[in-house]
């Protein structure tokens, strides 16, 4: 019985999500993406790493989030003040007002959690 390496049921999979339409593979963790340029079996056949299948490219998630970090302290060293998300996305189930000036932004027309 043939084994299957982990590289061809990765490269098996992305093939099935670009049949569904995918423009670009999202890896779903920081883990894979090292893998996908270190593994022995992806060094010898892609030398810089696997960065596409069949011409739709891998997000690389790790250098993207050094990427955001470095943005945000390019930020902090040019002075610029840091704003404050925290409850950004609370609920405003109780918040009458929020709720009567974002009805019309939203235009929800399914069922009517937004105002349960």
């Given at each position: 019985m043939e084994q299957t390496s982990p590289l061809k049921l990765f490269i098996e999979a992305s093939r099935r999500l670009i049949e569904d339409g995918a423009e670009v593979i999202i890896l779903g963790c920081m883990a894979v993406d090292p893998v996908l340029v270190l593994a022995p079996s992806c060094a010898k056949n892609y030398p810089s790493g696997l960065r596409e299948v069949d011409g739709v490219p891998l997000m690389n998630v790790t250098a993207l989030t050094i990427k955001v970090a470095e943005g945000f302290v390019s930020l902090?060293?040019?002075?610029?003040?840091?704003?404050?998300?925290?409850?950004?996305?609370?609920?405003?189930?109780?918040?009458?007002?929020?709720?009567?000036?974002?009805?019309?932004?939203?235009?929800?027309?399914?069922?009517?959690?937004?105002?349960?």
């Open positions: 902090k060293n040019a002075g610029l003040p840091w704003i404050s998300r925290k409850l950004y996305f609370a609920s405003a189930k109780n918040d009458k007002k929020a709720l009567k000036t974002g009805a019309p932004l939203l235009k929800y027309s399914g069922p009517g959690f937004w105002l349960d």
